[in-house]
């Protein structure tokens, strides 16, 4: 029973990496939302050096154009930073479901991705994985 357990667990790639995210981050993620609304803000998550599951950091791409439209990353404008692990990006709707452009964004670029949606608090954000199903993610 044992073996096949463990089997099991390893089959299961995806969810061997519990993400965390500290709250201050969160908040931040926030607070630039609600500060670009009614526009969209977009950003890239990067991970603590030690355990690189920890997401407690955005950067702030200097050329993402951000509009009544979705938010464009502009990747080609991203240093070459292992500690980044994913987007994120803002919805001036409730709705934190990825639109079909931003599955085609996640399934390019990273691990971790977080949509924010009004009114942008500790309630209205969700997390996705690279194929956009939804990730559980622990707030530390
Ligand atoms: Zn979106």
Not at 36 to 61: A, C, H, M, Q, W
Not at 92 to 110: E, I, T, W, Y
Not at 115 to 123: F, H, K, L
Not at 129 to 136: C, R, V
Request: proline residues 4%.
């Amino acid at each position: 029973m044992l073996f096949f357990k463990k089997r099991n667990r390893g089959n299961a790639n995806n969810r061997l990496v519990s993400w965390k995210i500290t709250s201050n981050c969160l908040k931040l993620i926030c607070e630039c939302a609600k500060s670009e609304y009614p526009n969209e803000f977009g950003g890239l998550l990067r991970v603590d050096s030690e355990k690189k599951t920890t997401i407690n950091e955005i950067v702030l791409l200097p050329g993402t154009i951000s509009g009544d439209a979705h938010a464009i990353f502009r990747m080609h404008m991203l240093p070459i930073d292992f500690s980044i692990v994913g987007t994120v990006h803002s919805h001036p709707s409730h709705s934190a479901k990825p639109s079909s452009a931003d599955l085609q964004l996640f399934r390019k670029h990273g691990k971790v991705h977080i949509i924010c949606a009004n009114p942008y608090d500790s309630g209205s954000w969700k997390a996705y994985n690279y194929n956009g199903e939804d990730l559980a993610m622990e707030v530390v």
